[in-house]
């Protein structure tokens, strides 16, 4: 069974920093490209960063809220993606999904995601 | 940044009924190889969000056939054939064509 399990979060104050980690089980974890989306108490969905797999040079993206601030990175011997977090403000305060996209044997898309990690930044 | 908009942004349905989210990007998802790189998500209350729907029509695995995806270029539209209690929740559309990825601001599918 796959697995995708956010840790990490908490309470945080401004400006200090706080890595998640996104702990992957039941599948090939360096086959896949990772993702982290995150959404603000009673707000939409916002994709944060994905990492590609070393296969295809394990380069990242970010959206512009987050470029500069946070660092995503990954550990394929562990199988763990991370999402480092600097210079926290208020409104990096949400819980945190990791997920991965895969094909089935029929050749159909799915998407794994976890249940996610609370941050909060407040003073 | 590619700009998601969806309509209606609330949607009561009776159960069994039909019902249809539209889902418009500023700019074509439409890529060279011809697919169209356009997700649906919903996310149902207190839950993860789960893929409807991958490249603008096709679905993903697992996901009932009453859950339909059409349109091209700049234009989508999410259609449920017949509504069921447990498709309550919150639908968004999501770009994947050019990073940043991005989000429509979710309709909330609720029964009557």
């Known amino acids: 069974e796959v697995q995708l399990v956010e840790s990490g979060g908490g309470l945080v104050q401004p400006g200090r920093s706080l890595r998640l980690s996104c702990r992957a089980s039941?599948?090939?974890?360096?086959?896949?490209?990772m993702s982290w989306f995150r959404q603000a108490p009673g707000k939409g969905l916002e994709w944060v960063s994905f990492?590609?797999?070393?296969?295809?040079?394990?380069?990242?993206e970010y959206a512009a809220s987050v470029e500069g601030r946070f660092s995503v990175s990954r550990d394929d011997s562990k199988s763990i993606a991370y999402l480092q977090m600097n210079s926290l403000k208020a409104e990096d305060t949400a819980l945190y999904y990791c997920?991965?996209?895969?094909?089935?044997?029929?050749?159909?898309?799915?998407?794994?995601w976890g249940q996610g990690t609370l941050v909060t930044v407040s003073s | 940044d590619i700009v998601m908009t969806q309509s209606p942004l609330s949607l009561p349905v009776t159960p069994g009924e039909p019902a249809s989210i539209s889902c418009r990007s500023s700019q074509s998802l439409l890529h060279s190889n011809e697919y169209n790189y356009l997700d649906w998500y919903l996310q149902k209350p207190g839950q993860s969000p789960q893929l409807l729907i991958y490249?603008?029509?096709d679905r993903a695995s697992g996901v009932p056939d009453r859950f339909s995806g059409s349109g091209s270029g700049s234009d989508f539209t999410l259609k449920i054939s017949r509504v069921e209690a447990e498709d309550v929740g919150v639908y968004y559309c999501m770009q994947t064509l050019q990073s940043p990825y991005t989000f429509g601001q979710g309709t909330k599918l609720e029964i009557k």
């Open positions: 490249m603008g029509s």
């Open positions: 997920s991965r996209k895969y094909y089935d044997d029929s050749g159909s898309q799915g998407a794994n």
């Open positions: 039941g599948f090939t974890f360096g086959d896949y490209g």
């Open positions: 990492i590609r797999s070393k296969a295809y040079g394990g380069t990242a």
